[in-house]
């Protein structure tokens, strides 16, 4: 394949942040808007060219007959440092590259165009496309990395431009909180990452992924069975590289960054915080799946992680007000069920399963990016109408948001798991891959599924129907409307392709071993997980769909756990504890006072002694140059003498 | 063994170097200084004449005694005003200043008659440095060969230029 | 009767130490530059000689002589710039007024 476009699906992005970036102040917002849209939309067209070419063309590089083949198309050594360690710049295009490259630029382009009306008027909009565009760099670079390295220095571009869109309203304290918050905590997990890097290069020799995914008995041999406190080394360096995937993926528990990161405009949310980067850390581990199916004890970490995060987001989902934040958990919620889906897909299991798990949450990756993305965007436009977060504030919305009240039930539908939307196909594989590793999985994760019904259509309820408030009284006459072209076309776009891309056979084109995976349904689970979801829907439609009380007579019976739930069952207080009271108080504190008393009081003293004999001394600058010829002839005779006498 | 005739040349260098150094720095009149100094330059440049390098006489007379002295010359009849040509020392200065000198002297002397007094005892035959030979040293960059520094001394000149038009400049 | 390194050495020595009484003594800046060239000159006797005796192939001190030549000529112009602009300020070259860099 040539390697033109390649290079193009990355520069571009690239030359777009520099060209806003640094000649943004001269540009018009609209012009600043356009140049930023354009370019994002030839890197779909090339993206979805190169992939289309990948998965359709049936050129032998791609494909084997029915395999298809992971295919470097450039591999260039950045930095040489030893004749074994080189740092490569690449391009990889393999099934999960192609797909990431479809789902990327798409949500990327939607939320472009959406951020053109959203934005609008923002001071700092260059700024804001600059930062967009810098961040679809990021990510594809992330997504095509030949190598652990590559992945791992677009990995912190990624986090560095989330840091900037996070805190792009960077007046208000909360958002510059959120950013710091967000950096630092995806920084933490990031050592890991880096430290389980290190450990299995250390032990294999390279850095590239391919000569270690298509050979993981090699890396098996390589580390030679070595332990490290009881369990294996390589299952120590998976779990630290697993590490900085919770980080970016913002599983349990370092998923503290995620709820506060809707601080930034909600475009970024949709692109960002739904969609794609934080899918990063399940695309890790799909990206290093032949690695973790060598070590039991991994997968099982990546699944209890998994499962517990699900379980727990969708709790706290339940008891949010702000929408931003019940979408972000629900993101939380769902990134876990594609970890545990990778989880379950063990190998001593039937060969069929592992092919299952990794589909389905490979499936699961590409229809969550479209639906979540849908329902940011969506929750973009009520906040825009409404000038609130909290749904408090909303209420019967229908009547006059009617696309964005379509398009995010739609949405809705698609993420509890009704056919014929796309959630449903899916989860649906997600479920099947649980029940077939282990029923406690299975009905855990239907659990889980039937709250994410149901805090979704309380949401859905709560924003469209509930009561009817006076917005007329509220907003000085304005009544809350539908957005404009730029802002309801993505909604509409994203709605469409979350009914339909369902259908698509997604285990003809991503599976783990490249070979075709026929999908079909298995109806006891399917049914179930309906079932299961109606009856959610249906409970969230009887309590929600008109104003009453049942709902805070039932948060009344349980008002302990309501209240846990509402505050997020304190992890963020947990934390606070640990850094304030522990690493603040008990180590920062005594080296501050170090600091200040010991070093400090050294730099002090020695400033006192000069100055003072500088004091003491400052007589022989007299200005006489006479004098000063005197000291030195003196000197210089001494010198001579103690050479002549010593020396000579 | 010197020729007589070399002889007696280095005892009349060596006289005029000297004393002419004795009268630079005790007469009261600072043009007779001057004068006495341009002496001295014109007795080192024959030193060099004598040790074969006449290169570096005829240099030393072109600028030193040719350019330095007359600008000593010229600051001279700037700075002084007419009938004040003398100054008065006091005594303690003087002697104080002997002292000094002396214990320079007395210093240098000694290391220089214990080590130097019996070795190198005849003049070694020497190829005169040629022109070619000078203009190859100094405008190679290669062993012994000097471009870097004469690059530097030009640049130094040019700056001593522009300094001294910069300073002396009437404001 | 050889002329030895020694015969050159001593009154490159006595001019150095002229040089030294006279920097000391002399109050007017100009005497103190001559005396100060008186040194240089002898230093740079010493360069010639040295290179004479010590390495007749080479020219290194020559070349140094040469150099301090031009370093000197340099030095001379640039103090009796300032010499003279010192005069024009204050009417005087002794150097025992001139103890301030800026009045």
């Known amino acids: 394949m040539d390697i033109t476009i390649p290079i193009l699906i990355l520069a571009i992005p690239l030359f777009m942040f520099l060209l806003l970036g640094l000649g943004g102040v001269k540009m018009s917002h609209k012009l600043a808007g356009t140049l930023g849209s354009l370019g994002m939309g030839t890197v779909l067209v090339l993206s979805y060219y190169t992939a289309f070419t990948y998965y359709f063309s049936g050129n032998p590089e791609f494909i084997d007959g029915t395999t298809r083949l992971q295919y470097v198309v450039f591999n260039q050594t950045w930095l040489q440092f030893t004749p074994n360690l080189a740092i490569k710049l690449g391009f990889l295009l393999d099934p999960i590259s192609a797909l990431m490259l479809i789902v990327i630029p798409t949500i990327s382009f939607m939320v472009h165009i959406y951020s053109l009306g959203y934005m609008e008027g923002e001071k700092g909009f260059q700024r804001y496309y600059a930062f967009l565009s810098l961040f679809s760099f990021s990510m594809l670079g992330l997504v095509v990395a030949t190598n652990i390295f590559q992945m791992y220095i677009f990995w912190e571009l990624v986090g560095a431009s989330s840091f900037l869109l996070i805190g792009f309203f960077y007046t208000l304290p909360s958002a510059i909180s959120a950013c710091k918050k967000a950096f630092i905590v995806t920084r933490f997990a990031d050592l890991g990452f880096l430290i389980g890097i290190l450990i299995l290069s250390f032990y294999t020799q390279q850095l590239d992924f391919l000569p270690m995914t298509q050979n993981p008995q090699g890396v098996l041999a390589s580390f030679g069975g070595a332990t490290f406190m009881g369990a294996s080394v390589l299952t120590w360096a998976l779990v630290l590289i697993f590490t900085g995937g919770m980080g970016k993926s913002a599983m349990l528990p370092l998923h503290i960054w995620l709820p506060d990161a809707m601080e930034g405009p909600t475009p970024v949310s949709a692109l960002i915080h739904a969609a794609t980067m934080v899918v990063a850390g399940v695309y890790l581990v799909a990206r290093l799946f032949p690695l973790y199916m060598l070590e039991d004890a991994a997968l099982m970490f990546i699944t209890v992680v998994g499962a517990a995060t699900a379980f727990y987001a969708a709790m706290v989902a339940c008891a949010q007000i702000d929408i931003k934040r019940i979408l972000a958990f629900s993101t939380i919620s769902q990134i876990a069920f594609m970890m545990v889906s990778l989880g379950v897909a063990a190998k001593d299991n039937v060969a069929i399963h592992e092919g299952l798990g990794y589909m389905a949450s490979m499936f699961h990756l590409f229809t969550h990016a479209m639906f979540k993305a849908l329902l940011f965007l969506g929750a973009g436009a009520l906040i825009h109408a409404v000038h609130s977060n909290n749904y408090t504030a909303m209420g019967g919305l229908r009547k006059y948001m009617p696309i964005t009240h379509i398009t995010f039930l739609i949405g809705c539908l698609a993420i509890a798991g009704i056919p014929p939307f796309a959630g449903f196909f899916s989860k649906d594989e997600i479920l099947a891959a649980c029940f077939h590793n282990n029923w406690f999985w299975g009905a855990w994760m239907m659990m889980v599924a039937a709250m994410t019904a149901f805090y979704m259509f309380r949401m859905y309820f709560l924003v469209f129907w509930w009561n009817n408030p006076d917005y007329a009284k509220e907003h000085h006459g304005h009544l809350p409307h539908d957005p404009g072209i730029a802002m309801s076309f993505p909604l509409i776009f994203l709605a469409i392709v979350s009914t339909v891309c369902g259908f698509i056979p997604f285990g003809k084109f991503v599976t783990f071993d490249g070979h075709e995976y026929i999908i079909h349904l298995d109806w006891a689970v399917a049914g179930s997980s309906i079932g299961i979801a109606l009856i959610s829907i249906f409970f969230a439609m009887w309590l929600y769909a008109k104003e009453n009380d049942k709902p805070r007579r039932m948060a009344d019976s349980c008002r302990w756990l309501w209240t846990a739930a509402h505050r997020r069952f304190y992890w963020d207080e947990i934390y606070l504890f640990i850094t304030r009271r522990i690493i603040f108080d008990g180590i920062c504190k005594p080296i501050a006072w170090f600091d200040r008393h010991v070093i400090d009081g050294t730099m002090d003293g020695f400033a006192y002694v000069t100055n003072k004999a500088s004091v003491a001394i400052k007589g022989f600058q007299s200005g006489k140059v006479q004098m000063y010829i005197w000291w030195y002839l003196i000197g210089a005779v001494v010198l001579g003498l103690i050479v002549a006498v010593c020396v000579l | ?171 | 009767m050889d002329i030895t390194l020694i015969w050159y050495l001593v009154p490159s020595l006595v001019m150095f130490c002229c040089g030294v009484y006279g920097f000391l003594t002399r109050r007017n800046m100009i005497a103190m530059l001559v005396s100060l060239e008186l040194m240089l000159n002898a230093v740079d006797i010493n360069f010639v000689v040295f290179n004479r005796y010590l390495f007749p192939t080479s020219m290194e001190g020559w070349m140094f002589t040469l150099f301090g030549i031009a370093i000197a000529a340099a030095e001379t112009a640039l103090a009796i710039a300032i010499i003279i602009n010192l005069f024009r300020v204050s009417k005087n070259i002794d150097v025992r007024d001139a103890t301030k860099m800026k009045n």
């Not at chain 2, 009268?23 to 440049?45: E, N, P, Q, S």
């Not at chain 2, 600028?63 to 100054?87: K, M, Q, R, W």
């Open chain 2, 1 to 171: 063994m010197e020729s007589v005739g070399s002889t007696i040349c280095y005892w009349i260098i060596a006289l005029a170097i000297v004393i002419f150094s004795v009268l630079t720095v005790t007469t009261r009149k600072i043009l007779r200084a001057a004068t006495y100094l341009l002496f001295v330059l014109f007795a080192t440049a024959a030193l060099y004449f004598k040790l074969d390098y006449e290169f570096l006489g005829a240099v030393q007379i072109a600028v030193y005694a040719g350019g330095i002295v007359v600008l000593f010359v010229f600051a001279i009849l700037l700075t002084t005003h007419p009938g004040d040509n003398s100054e008065q020392l006091a005594s303690r200065k003087k002697l104080l200043g002997l002292v000094g000198a002396l214990c320079a002297a007395g210093a240098c002397g000694w290391a220089l008659c214990s080590r130097c007094a019996d070795i190198f005892t005849s003049l070694p035959s020497m190829s005169n440095p040629t022109m070619h030979r000078i203009g190859e040293a100094m405008l190679g960059t290669g062993y012994e060969q000097y471009l870097l520094p004469f690059e530097a001394v030009s640049v130094l000149l040019l700056a001593c230029i522009i300094g001294g038009v910069v300073i002396a400049r009437k404001r």
